[in-house]
């Protein structure tokens, strides 16, 4: 019940907008008609209640990821939160243009700057929403360059909160509406200024020192030591981290081992131009990492015989899963599945080997697509039997999971015992 309270709280908040926004109406005593104008406004204060729950989404406060069951479907639903109520806002000057046909010289003014200072907030404000959202989805831009145009929601936040609170409408004539909006409004701006300026100092932040750096392929293993407080993650997780002399840019990676020594291991694929100055780095450079954040880790704890499937990189949080049932007196059986194109690609086949030699429960197997072919559920049936009261979870490329879900899925495996973690925080 705990993880889906933050998603009732979003539908009871788009109710609350909704019930106000019909109140208000009726509070002056007149009737109520529904026209382009009465739909432009509730479409407005819709895409303003999802607007508030997309920045409090991508916030990091650690209480989302109890609301939501995971940081990586808080983010999921961020971007659904943030495209909604970009679309429902746009609609918004759209349909008060249509109210006003054929009068497009007076309608102008909702969707191009004049002199009238409450609608250009309006109209400023939709334009960078716009920009924002162009770059998102049709230019694709590296990762470092695309969060800083990501900034550019705070600014458009920011000349819609003049525009709302400046505008002659029902939220300015009706208290408990323009209450409920401003608070909608407080809960933006503090998620936004929090993320921006307090999360680095108010996060949950771990310093770190490189113990041991290791190149295997095109991925770079990193093992830190902790040079404070002790971070204790559970195997699965991830953490954001940034190393000193890397600016400030920091990237999430899945911890791949756990020490009780207070040191932690991790696996980073060399892609893009942040990863490639990362084979600089040297030994007793520093880091600091904020975490450790993810629920994936709930469903290895669950007592069900385990499935778990791997593409490339995606293996990183299974060896942490395994090394801890490698020390662990449990009886369930874990079927574990490391995909990849080439023999030369599994570059962690050596440790897995290692940890489940001995371990009759724990079943490892390399699979390469070269040889054998796109990995499907068919194939997985064959190489761990059974599926049926089974767990199975997934980590890899997104079509890769989404691929194997729907397979699973027709196969008759409930939808619950089906996980897969999503580092798709773009």
């Not at 975490?291 to 704890?301: A, D, N, T």
């Not at 599926?387 to 691929?403: H, L």
Request: proline content about 3%.
């Amino acid at each position: 019940m705990k993880r889906k309270f933050g998603n009732l709280l979003l539908w009871f908040s788009l109710a609350i907008t909704l019930s106000l926004f019909v109140l208000a109406k009726f509070s002056g005593g007149g009737s109520f008609s529904f026209g382009w104008l009465t739909l432009s406004q509730l479409l407005s204060l819709l895409g303003t209640t999802l607007l508030a729950f997309s920045f409090l989404l991508s916030s990091r406060f650690s209480f989302l990821e109890d609301w939501f069951g995971g940081l990586d479907k808080v983010y999921r639903l961020h971007h659904i939160t943030g495209g909604l109520s970009f679309v429902l806002l746009l609609h918004h000057p759209l349909f008060l243009l249509i109210d006003v046909l054929p009068d497009i010289g007076f309608g102008w003014k909702y969707l191009w700057f004049s002199n009238l200072l409450p609608y250009d907030w309006g109209v400023a404000s939709l334009y960078f929403m716009l920009l924002m959202i162009l770059l998102t989805l049709f230019i694709r831009l590296p990762y470092s360059v695309w969060k800083k145009t990501h900034e550019l929601m705070g600014i458009a936040l920011i000349f819609a909160v003049l525009h709302i609170l400046t505008i002659s409408s029902d939220v300015s004539r009706y208290m408990p509406l323009r209450y409920w909006i401003i608070f909608l409004l407080i809960v933006s701006i503090a998620s936004a200024f929090y993320r921006r300026f307090l999360y680095r100092i108010l996060g949950p932040k771990f310093l770190f020192t490189i113990k041991t750096l290791e190149r295997r392929g095109d991925v770079l293993v990193v093992g830190l030591q902790s040079s404070g407080r002790q971070m204790n993650p559970w195997p699965g997780q991830f953490i954001f981290i940034r190393f000193d002399g890397m600016g400030n840019e920091t990237h999430p990676f899945s911890i791949a081992s756990i020490g009780l020594d207070g040191s932690i291991r991790i696996g980073i694929k060399i892609l893009g131009d942040h990863t490639l100055q990362m084979v600089n780095l040297k030994v007793g450079d520093k880091a600091t990492s904020w975490g450790p954040y993810g629920k994936f880790w709930e469903s290895y704890m669950s007592k069900k015989d385990l499935i778990m499937i791997a593409g490339g990189i995606g293996i990183t949080p299974f060896i942490s899963m395994v090394e801890k049932e490698s020390q662990s007196a449990s009886s369930r059986k874990i079927d574990l599945i490391y995909c990849v194109k080439t023999e030369d690609e599994a570059v962690f086949d050596l440790d897995l080997k290692a940890l489940s030699v001995n371990i009759d429960r724990i079943n490892y197997s390399l699979y390469t697509s070269e040889k054998l072919g796109h990995i499907d559920a068919e194939k997985i049936i064959g190489i761990v039997g059974p599926v049926e009261n089974k767990k199975i979870m997934i980590c890899g490329p997104d079509i890769m999971m989404n691929s194997l879900a729907e397979q699973f899925l027709s196969l008759g495996v409930k939808n619950k015992d089906i996980i897969f973690e999503d580092f798709n925080f773009k």
